[in-house]
């Protein structure tokens, strides 16, 4: 079984429709992090958080926004879609302690914004 | 202004040669890099580290040599094989924060023919 995974895994969707991704983990990790990736573009991170209680943003969170359900569960939304919100998202997960820890992807939603 | 560079054109090799991957930055004064490697339409899995008071991290046939003066990673495949192919990404912390939070490069494609 997946550690991090991510559903839906591909979403076609029109303007101004409420879109919501949900990542799950069973690594338990405290750590989740949500990134979009664009052609010829690095990973961008829109929004992190490293525990249940503690939710930021990262570089790209204008029109999106994060709930952390639970330690394993972190959901990104995205309150009215728009076509520049075409993307690959990845969910990422890390354990806590050292900071230089690794981070463990998931499979990655496709999402088309029409 | 703060920049990791990867070479955005396509590194192609043959089989059995040693491909070599470079990652520059400018801005930063990261304690570690990271190395990705990244299929399509998959998410990225954790290849090495390499923190600023080593010179060089080997794991198989991987190899990564981080030069602080240089502002400068290079990763190295010895013996590439096909299944080598894909996307690999650099990656380092900031340090601005009291918390990970990694910045990508925009990765080098690898080809590694027969």
């Known amino acids: 079984d997946a550690d991090v995974t991510q559903t839906p895994r591909n979403r076609i969707t029109k303007t101004g429709k409420r879109i919501m991704l949900e990542c799950s983990q069973t690594?338990?990790?405290?750590?989740m992090y949500w990134y979009r990736q664009d052609p010829g573009l690095g990973l961008q991170l829109i929004y992190y958080?490293?525990?249940?209680?503690?939710?930021n943003k990262g570089e790209i969170s204008d029109g999106y926004s994060v709930s952390r359900q639970a330690q394993a569960k972190f959901s990104l939304s995205l309150e009215s879609a728009i076509p520049n919100q075409t993307a690959l998202y990845f969910c990422?997960?890390?354990?806590?302690?050292?900071?230089?820890?690794?981070?463990?992807f998931g499979p990655g939603t496709r999402l088309t914004v029409l | 202004s703060q920049k990791i560079e990867q070479n955005s054109e396509a590194l192609n090799i043959q089989e059995g040669k040693t491909a070599t991957l470079t990652c520059n930055y400018t801005?930063?004064?990261?304690?570690?890099l990271q190395w990705y490697r990244q299929d399509p339409g998959r998410g990225p899995v954790f290849l090495l580290l390499?923190?600023?008071?080593?010179k060089e991290k080997r794991k198989e046939r991987l190899k990564v040599t981080f030069d602080t003066t240089l502002k400068q990673s290079l990763f190295h495949i010895t013996a590439s094989q096909p299944a080598d192919s894909a996307t690999y990404l650099c990656?380092?912390?900031?340090?601005?924060?009291?918390?990970?939070?990694?910045?990508f490069g925009t990765g080098t494609r690898l080809l590694v023919s027969p």
């Open positions: 801005n930063y004064s990261p304690a570690y």
């Open positions: 990422a997960t890390s354990p806590g302690g050292d900071r230089s820890n690794e981070q463990f």
């Open positions: 958080s490293f525990d249940v209680k503690d939710i």
């Open positions: 690594k338990g990790h405290d750590r």
């Open positions: 990656a380092l912390d900031p340090m601005n924060t009291g918390f990970q939070k990694l910045v």
């Open positions: 390499i923190r600023e008071n080593e």
